[in-house]
């Protein structure tokens, strides 16, 4: 990422002089008014919000030991490494850079202070990335006016008490989260946690609720889900006319409503408001409206899951969206292939808060299966999917379920958000249109025999997967193998048996590696498979 420096004490620009490979001396300033080579800065992202620079001419900025700045290093170490504290620049030994406004060429330089000196000001120098229009649907797939895409969002609950509170905190937030190139964040615009509430009848409630989704789209080419109720539904706050009163010009900004998170969960808000609430949204606004999740039940699930699509038809609601099962069993495969739920819906579905990292009741963390649960409900015509990390929810260090106070110290966080991101690599644009199978379907184009032996595995049980779902379009098909199973520590597992001479491209999630191949009617494909049980593919192929 290209970036430019302003020093804020005297608004001049950065400069490494000469453009870089200066090994002592005066090797940056602040005294530049415009904008030239030498002022343009490679920033390179090290993960945990750790950056380096590098200089017009390919070297490294680096701050030393003896609080001298050089730019001389052509390769990144701890003196390379830097990070922003609010608008300070501080350095691998916790000094920060100073504009030096006192003396000649005014010098940047290291000290322990903490003034106006020491605040800069960070500007991109890379258009942002936005995609444009109202989000909305054809069939079961999402379009804007860039085109078709599968919606990916990260869970961003506390984005309004950020916002009015903590408002350096959304932004350092923000500055991590672009550059991974996620599409929107999932918020709340109503909440009554102890000590961190976001309440409807603050005055400037819809101030702030413009300024967030503004610079959320604007700066950052993030749209914004909004959750009405989080808390408790209170026809006395008006919160659904002062949203959409608030949104009017920006519906390009919003990626979908939701009228309650969990809504039968603590007596959120009835099914008579939901219902009204839904339908008011409907009736003032062009986005996609959704109502909830249905309601949780071990046992009865589709009963609920009816519930819900009579209740969005009462509503007029033109999405839906679900809370998949969280578990733990089968090395939780078991949640990754609850996805297969979301084809029973009907219309556009958002899997709106699946286990992640640090989530309750069960986490997953492993990257590959969170790609994998995120292609799995696209495939089973599921268009929108949400990344959820249980540092988003109140964005406060919660010790009891492990959760930092920042997204970005997430173990593995960086990896995770890239990986799941990469989905959108391997499935064809328009997938949520086509036909979903399992194997036990006529049509499916790949099943496996499990009278021959070539089941499926569940707890300790032999077999070649966990499951094997599909989505077919003419002579086209896409399938997921969850959890290819071998009895050795890997080797080669058989995942399918094609029904007609098909061409085959299998990416291995693990490492988005692809093997090509054809196979004959009723021959055999192998793909490799662990003892572990931590294989997952995407595969396409042609009948």
């Not at 003196?79 to 060429?105: G, M, V």
């Not at 020491?118 to 860039?146: C, M, W, Y």
């Not at 895409?149 to 984005?159: D, Y």
Request: hydrophobic share 35%.
């Amino acid at each position: 990422m290209k970036i430019a420096l302003i020093a804020n004490v005297n608004g001049r620009y950065i400069s490494a002089e000469y453009g870089g490979g200066i090994s002592e001396g005066v090797a940056l300033t602040a005294n530049r008014t415009d904008l030239g080579g030498f002022e343009i800065f490679e920033e390179e992202d090290l993960g945990n919000g750790v950056f380096a620079l590098k200089t017009f001419n390919g070297n490294y900025v680096t701050a030393d030991i003896n609080n001298q700045l050089r730019t001389n290093m052509l390769e990144v170490g701890p003196w390379e490494q830097f990070r922003w504290d609010e608008s300070y620049i501080l350095t691998h030994h916790n000094q920060r850079l100073t504009a030096r406004i006192d003396k000649e060429l005014i010098p940047i330089e290291q000290t322990e202070n903490r003034d106006i000196w020491e605040q800069f000001t960070r500007v991109d120098l890379e258009p942002i990335k936005k995609r444009e229009g109202l989000v909305h649907n054809v069939g079961r797939a999402a379009v804007d006016s860039t085109g078709y895409f599968h919606p990916l969002g990260l869970t961003f609950f506390w984005a309004l008490f950020g916002w009015k509170f903590e408002r350096d905190r959304i932004y350092q937030h923000l500055d991590w989260l672009k550059q991974f190139n996620y599409d929107y964040l999932r918020i709340l615009c109503e909440v009554d946690w102890e000590g961190r509430t976001i309440d409807p009848n603050w005055p400037d409630y819809q101030q702030v609720l413009t300024e967030y989704v503004d610079c959320a789209y604007d700066q950052y080419g993030l749209r914004s889900e909004l959750t009405l109720v989080g808390g408790k539904y209170k026809s006395s706050f008006n919160l659904e006319s002062k949203v959409v009163e608030a949104m009017r010009g920006r519906e390009n900004k919003v990626a979908h409503y939701e009228v309650c998170n969990e809504w039968e969960r603590l007596d959120k808000i009835s099914s008579n408001d939901l219902i009204k609430v839904g339908k008011f949204l409907r009736n003032n606004t062009p986005n996609l409206v959704s109502l909830s999740t249905p309601a949780t039940s071990d046992d009865e699930h589709e009963d609920t899951y009816s519930q819900m699509i009579e209740y969005a038809k009462q509503a007029g609601a033109n999405m839906h969206v679900l809370h998949t099962r969280r578990s733990d069993h089968d090395v939780c495969w078991s949640h990754v292939r609850q996805g297969y739920d979301l084809k029973n819906f009907g219309m556009i579905i958002s899997n709106n808060e699946p286990q992640g990292p640090q989530s309750s009741v069960d986490e997953l963390n492993n990257p590959m299966q969170l790609a994998m649960a995120r292609a799995t409900g696209i495939v089973c015509n599921g268009a929108f999917y949400v990344l959820h990390v249980g540092q988003g929810v109140t964005g406060k260090a919660d010790p009891s379920h492990g959760r930092p106070e920042n997204m970005w110290e997430v173990p593995n966080i960086d990896q995770i958000m890239h990986h799941v991101k990469q989905v959108d690599s391997v499935l064809p644009a328009d997938i949520e249109n086509w036909k979903c199978v399992n194997n036990s379907r006529d049509d499916h184009p790949m099943p496996l025999d499990p009278d021959l032996g070539e089941g499926f595995w569940e707890g300790d049980s032999d077999g070649s997967v966990n499951k094997n779902f599909a989505c077919i379009n003419g002579d086209k098909f896409v399938e997921v193998l969850l959890g290819v199973n071998n009895e050795n520590t890997s080797g080669t597992t058989l995942v399918g048996k094609p029904i007609r001479d098909t061409t085959i491209v299998a990416h291995d999630i693990s490492n988005y590696s692809v093997a090509a191949g054809n196979v004959a009617k009723g021959g055999q494909l192998y793909l490799e498979g662990r003892k572990d049980k931590m294989k997952g593919y995407v595969v396409h192929g042609n009948l």
